[in-house]
């Protein structure tokens, strides 16, 4: 399980505030909300890659913080928009970064991108080509090879899709909720589409201004808005397909 309690930031105004959320194990949350709303800014505090003014994360249990951070961060594959690929090193060097340092084997890397290949869609032969010479949607799917590299039990994946073309798009989606019902990952998703938070997650949590106003079903949010923000995000975004 993820924890988040009671986490605030800011910078030059308030980002996040007193924010606290659960992802339990296994389960997939969308998180959703306005542009500036503290969705990444979460993302990146749980992550390791900024410091919370206050609050706690935990990751399965265990309090993240300067002891511990490293060892956390190999338990949760982060996938980004764009994909942040490193352009000067190939799709395969760019998977292979962590696990060189830990000092896998050729072998035993070889094996592992193979079988993420295949779970992912991805022609092995494109592994030696570097980040200006794949589309779009192979970029996406090699940022998400190198994300589940580790095996981690954790994926956190920051508007993973937001850059792509919409037909390429559609069929990612559907390849990723595959792969999240396949391997039974713990998921934190962020995105600004309702109807990708729909169809990818079991819980939708939607943010405004840096506060939680709202968890539940994608039928829950629709039928049952807490306030007039929520009817009013919800109507701004029509015919969902929410199965």
Known sequence: MIEVKNITKKYDKKVLNRVSLEVPDGKRVSLIGPSGCGKSTLLRIIMGLEKADSGEIFIDGSRMDTNNIRELRQSIGYVIQNGGLFPHLTARENCTLVTGYLGWSKEKENQRLLELAELTSIDPSILDRKPDNLSGGQAQRISLMRA?????PFILLDEPLGSIDPLVRYDLQSDLKQIFEALKKTVLLV???????????DTIVLMKAGVIVQKGSIEQIMKNPENAFVEKFVSARRNLPVS
């Open 148 to 152: 589940l590299m580790l095996d981690p």
């Open 191 to 201: 995105t600004h589409d309702l109807s990708e938070a729909a169809f990818l997650g």
